[in-house]
């Protein structure tokens, strides 16, 4: 193809519209707050931020042109593409943008957006000048192979881009491994299997390595899938590309079981992972049913975030209690939970408790003086919340001798995490896929891609790296699972109060950047026995 002009500015905005200096300028209003203005310059170098009427802010990605602004552009390959010739109005305005907050009242502000994902009318390679890689890091997912698939049979199809490589091991196969080849035909089958035909691993990060290797081999599109230590080693990775200056789209795909990445509607293989847990449910229930005062104690995922315990307790509906790392429970004593274990016994002769791994941890420590250990990727190393919660309630229930019970424990976690991607995920990581080979085509990059509200959307790194998503437990989800269990909450009235919201808190940073706001407005509602409205 041939150049066609020098690429305009990537950022287009409405009329009334101001950019936020990415080395540190203020508007007047915040520059006039002094101190207060220099430590908030420091907060906005690493944002990208437009700010427009009624409150409206853009928190952009970065683009090659930000630092090669002489970049030229081609006209996008699916112009010609027969498969996409009866579509209307397929190429994305460069003006769209997704909001992240959707409920809003009348007299609200328009809030924190970000740019809408799809492919462009101009791109900033050329297919044939295109050497993508494409690596897995951190745990198994489902969903794994089916965005590798997607990812490859999209620049293919899509693009005619015909150099892609797959990084083998995670992050030190860049150094440490050679690449391995990958096109249609040898990705063809791969979304039928479970993990990572690529392989993946913890840790290993290096990046002056890592981006040597890129610049070595002349990779110029690299998309990295993983958590968020994946996705901040990604975010690294972007850093030093710039820093050297080299034309290299660095693009993050999000993934997580737990489904604990902030901002993001859901991260790919949370519908499997749920739908999975059905299985050990179910036959905990049976198990349970089955027995004299029979108990059937499930783990489930859930390092910091309870959502597949969650998910998988309301589709389940035989769950009688379930435990999660953001609801504190106790043991002992009135309204705690073998109290409450021996009263649902009594009642129907029979339980569920599903737990979610994170559950608990608190009390475990303390009770066998264990002393915090991190693996690879820096999480915390965790105690069998399952193994120990069976053994206290059997220990319980042995001062009753008039009171036998019968416990089966099920720990399905890497029975869950292995499996192939069912029909809702598999279409999900083939859109997520191709939103972000059109970003890293259209120059983008530094970025994430997921879906918010509905719509896919490119996302800054820092926006899911800086804090984990979490079950809000004044939320009126968790008040769902409340009802559904008939289970106490086994908050003290001290825990209740202090229970608060920050959903906000980013947007009114970014307002008060682009307004010279200094003090925080934080959201005070708080959970007081019912859930608050979402």
Partial sequence: MEAVGVAPAPVSAPEKMKLLDL??????????????????????????????????????VPHLTDYMPELPTYPNPLQDNPAYSVVKQYFVNPDDTVTKKIVVHKTSARGTHFRRAGPRQRVYFQSD??????????????????????????????????????IEGGYKGFYSKNTVALTPKSVNDIHKRGGTVLGTSRGGHDTGKIV??????????????????????????????????????????????????????????FDTAVEEAQRAINAAHVEAESAENGIGVVKLMGRNSGFIAMYATLASRDVDCCLIPESPFYLEGKGGLLEFIER??????????????????????????????????????????????????????????????????????????AVRSNASDNVYCTLLAHSALHGA??????????????????????????????????????????????????????????????????????????????????????????????
């Avoid at 293919?156 to 490589?165: E, L, P």
């Avoid at 069976?390 to 099920?410: A, M, N």
């Avoid at 820092?462 to 804090?467: N, Q, S």
Wanted: proline share 3%; charged share 20%.
């Fill in 129 to 166: 000048e295109v050497n993508a890689a494409i690596v897995t890091c951190g745990g198994l997912c489902p969903g794994l192979n089916t965005v590798i698939r997607e990812l490859v049979c999209g620049l293919y199809d899509m693009y005619g881009v015909t150099s892609v490589v797959g």
């Fill in 23 to 60: 080395n540190g300028s203020l508007p007047a209003a915040a520059a006039a707050n002094g101190a207060k203005a220099s430590l908030a310059g420091k907060w906005a170098m690493k944002k990208k931020l437009v700010g427009g009427d009624a409150g409206y802010v853009l928190e952009d």
């Fill in 212 to 269: 040597d290797c890129l610049q070595d081999r002349g990779i110029n599109q690299v998309y990295i899938i993983g958590g968020d230590g994946t996705q901040k080693g990604a975010s690294i990775i972007y850093e030093e590309v710039r820093r050297r200056g080299l034309k290299c789209s660095v693009v993050g795909v999000p993934k997580t079981i737990d489904n604990d990445i902030a901002v993001i509607d859901k991260s790919f293989g």
């Fill in 441 to 534: 085509m259209a120059g983008y990059t530094g970025f994430t891609v997921a879906p918010v509200n509905g719509r896919h959307a490119y996302i800054p790194f820092y926006r899911i790296t800086e804090k984990q998503n979490k079950v809000v437990i004044t939320d009126r989800m968790w008040a769902r699972v409340l009802c559904s269990t008939n289970q106490p909450c086994f908050l003290s009235h001290e825990d209740v109060e202090n229970m608060k919201h920050d959903d906000d808190e980013h947007h009114l940073h970014n307002t008060q950047l682009l307004e010279g706001e200094s003090s925080p407005v934080k959201n005070s509602s708080k959970c007081n026995g019912s859930a608050a409205a979402v």
């Fill in 344 to 417: 649902r016994l009594k009642d129907n002769g029979h339980m569920v408790i599903v737990v979610a791994e994170g559950a608990g941890q608190d009390l475990i420590a303390k009770s066998m003086n264990f002393v915090d250990a991190q693996d690879a990727s820096g999480n915390k190393l965790l105690l069998d919340v399952g193994l120990w919660l069976s053994q206290k309630i059997k220990d319980h229930f042995k001062k009753k001798p008039s009171f036998p019970i019968t416990l089966k424990y099920i720990d399905p976690t890497y029975m869950i995490r």
